[in-house]
Structures are given as C-alpha cells and as structure tokens.
Nanobody, 119 residues
Framework: QLVESGGDSVQVGGSLRLSCTVS????????MAWFRQAPGKQREGAAA???????SYTDSVKGRWTISKDSAKSTLYLQMNSLKPEDTAMYYC????????????????WGQGTQVTVS
C-alpha cells in the first residue's frame, strides 16, 4: 500500500515536500517514482529513484526538485522547490520491482494521490 501526503496550495516560488508511506513491500528492493497529472492532461513522470538510489528527473523539474527515500522509514519523498503554476497537479507515487515498469507508468503499486496547487 502506498499513501501520499504533503500536498497543499502554495504561492509561486514556494516549496513543498511530498511523502509516500509504503507498506507491504521493501522499498530498498524496488524502483519508485513520482507522477503527476494536471486536469485535462496526460499523466507524466516527474522523478524516479532506482533500488540502488540512482535518480532521474523530467527536464521541467531538474534543478528544482529532489527525489529521495528513507528505507528505514519505508517512505519516498519529493522535495519541490521554486514551484511554478504549471506544477499544479495531482501527484502520485508508484513502485515496482522493475524500473522499466515504473518509468513507463505501469508499475504494480500506486497511491491515491495528493493535490498540489501553485498560484
């Protein structure tokens, strides 16, 4: 089970940290990612972290956001700085044993989402 939290309404230039609390799987063994979906738009991947800690980001968030995980707390994080109106979306975390599935958006495990609004 994946449960996101931390979404909120913030001003342009502000920061938020999203959390994804995981149960039922060992996150140190899984690839994980944050996806977002804005109204009327397709879901897109924002950031991913492999089981070995290697990270990757979509171009629009590089240099502004950081994905990380705390295996001891079984929690995935997304630190979002310098937020822009175009970052407004529902944010979801996802996990899968295979990185390719997570990155493709076909991961086995998904959370219910947390809303981020930037204005």
């Amino acid at each position: 089970q994946l449960v996101e939290s931390g979404g909120d309404s913030v001003q342009v230039g502000g920061s938020l940290r999203l959390s994804c609390t995981v149960s039922g799987i060992t996150i140190s063994e899984y690839a994980m990612a944050w996806f977002r979906q804005a109204p009327g738009k397709q879901r897109e991947g924002a950031a991913a972290i492999d089981s070995d800690g290697t990270t990757s980001y979509t171009d629009s968030v590089k240099g502004r956001w950081t994905i990380s995980k705390d295996s001891a707390k079984s929690t995935l994080y997304l630190q979002m700085n310098s937020l822009k109106p175009e970052d407004t979306a529902m944010y979801y975390c996802a996990a899968d044993y295979f990185r390719a599935r997570v990155v493709a958006g076909t991961g086995s495990y998904w959370g219910q989402g947390t809303q981020v609004t930037v204005s």
